[in-house]
């Protein structure tokens, strides 16, 4: 059902002003929202990310491209974009693709700030005397 509304939404040409681009953007985010069913069910996702995560990654791929005003590369973006999502929905990408792109660089992110001490923790007495060691 998702790649049938891929193949409906077509991006035109050039967009006239910049509000008609923003409306486009939001319709694509639109889109790509309602395409993460799928794209879990697809790519087996479910143990590894939520839906409301994938919609957070969804939402920062398109806030990095936030700070340009021109339409005409807002729509190149968008074009761009559309064919992302139509090569991940029609499964031209495999799962190791869709982690690392996506999924495990926004996850490292979040965890890095959760286990900042964890390392030391587990650490026997015997381990951190032979990594502080100069034997290798």
Known sequence: MASMMLRNF???PNSVSLEEARNRTFEFFKMACRSIPTIMDIYNLDDVATHSQLRSIIASEIRKNSQFTDPKVIDMLLFKGIEELRNVIEHSKQRHHILGQYVLPVLDR??????????????SDFLKNFYSSNYF
């Open 10 to 12: 077509r991006v035109p």
């Open 110 to 123: 979040e965890n890095l700030v959760q286990d900042a001490g964890a390392k030391d923790r587990g650490m």
